[in-house]
């Protein structure tokens, strides 16, 4: 195998977050004991494989291709898993046999009633039995809607919810704050669908310059979450002095200021929300919207 040349490389390591959202995305449908690693394994393959084969011509944000083949991994690996303990698998053989015994005897489908007392069991234990054989991986076609409704799920408890919306906030926070050319290639390019080609004939400039826009937003994105978030996985800078990183400094403080501000709104919306329940029991109270604050107005430039 070939090894990988540098821009290849550079578009694993920006978009290696891919890897994390989409495994994070498939354990919430998936049960409990399905491996967190194992998904992130066939992940990262899937995502070095995707920039091997990438062509930048085609017009197709690179992210938006990976996360296609990030996903069909993931579910290739899922099939190869097994999801049903033994005793579950030698229940559910056992069902088909007895039921095709009284097919053949009747000469037709046999009630859940009936294969129920021919296997001496309660009828909940064949519907039981039914559906752990019946568990499947649906195909990649079906996976952003049908796979949902297949899988089991599992609830994001208090905890996890809080975490969530913290994400989130500072997210939302980190793409207003973000410099006006920057913020505008993010949006099109991951909220709009746009295409690299269609961005860069609007902006006008060559699609090269479109590109480096979106790995620097990328950059800035990924180290003003961590410097909040996750301070370790933010790298030391080069020139800790220099005058690129006073500017970074500053995105990174108006972040936490848009997140803040974000969160006081939220608390005071909640609250006269609240107050109105109380005031005026028996009323429903209007649901109240807290909008970030002035999400096209970058609290800062950056570069």
């Not at 992210?63 to 899922?78: F, S």
């Not at 996985?233 to 200021?257: D, H, L, M, N, S």
């Amino acid at each position: 195998m070939q090894p990988m040349d540098a821009d290849q490389n550079r578009l694993v390591t920006e978009n290696l977050p891919l890897v994390g959202y989409h495994v994070s995305e498939m354990l919430m449908r998936v049960p409990s004991h399905v491996s967190r690693d194992d998904l992130a394994s066939a992940g990262a393959l899937a995502l070095v494989q995707a920039a091997r084969a990438y062509d930048a011509t085609t017009g197709v944000p690179f992210n938006r291709y990976a996360a296609i083949r990030i996903k069909g991994a993931m579910v290739d690996e899922l099939r190869s898993m097994d999801w049903v303990s033994r005793g579950a698998r030698q229940r559910a053989r056992k069902l088909t046999t007895v039921a095709d015994e009284l097919t053949a005897d009747l000469g037709r489908a046999p009630t859940r009633e009936e294969i129920a007392h021919a296997l001496g069991v309660d009828v909940s234990e064949v519907d039981t039995a039914r559906e752990a054989a019946a568990t499947r991986v649906l195909s990649l076609e079906g996976y952003d809607g049908a796979l949902a409704e297949v899988l089991p799920a599992r609830e994001v408890g208090p905890e996890e919810s809080v975490i969530l919306d913290e994400r989130l906030t500072y997210l939302h926070a980190a793409v207003s704050t973000l410099p006006e050319r920057l913020r505008t290639v993010v949006e099109q390019v991951f909220f709009h669908d746009r295409t690299v080609t269609d961005i860069a004939k609007d902006m006008g400039v060559t699609q090269s310059r479109v590109s480096q826009l979106r790995a620097e937003a990328m950059v800035l994105l990924r180290d003003g979450l961590n410097t909040h978030l996750d301070p370790a996985q933010v790298p030391a800078p080069a020139q800790p002095e220099g005058v690129a990183q006073r500017r970074r400094e500053t995105y990174f403080a108006a972040i936490a200021e848009r997140a803040s501000l974000h969160a006081s709104t939220a608390v005071a919306a909640s609250a006269s929300v609240v107050g109105a329940v109380t005031a005026a029991p028996g009323t429903t109270a209007p649901q109240a919207v807290a909008p970030f604050p002035a999400p096209h107005e970058p609290l800062v430039a950056v570069g």
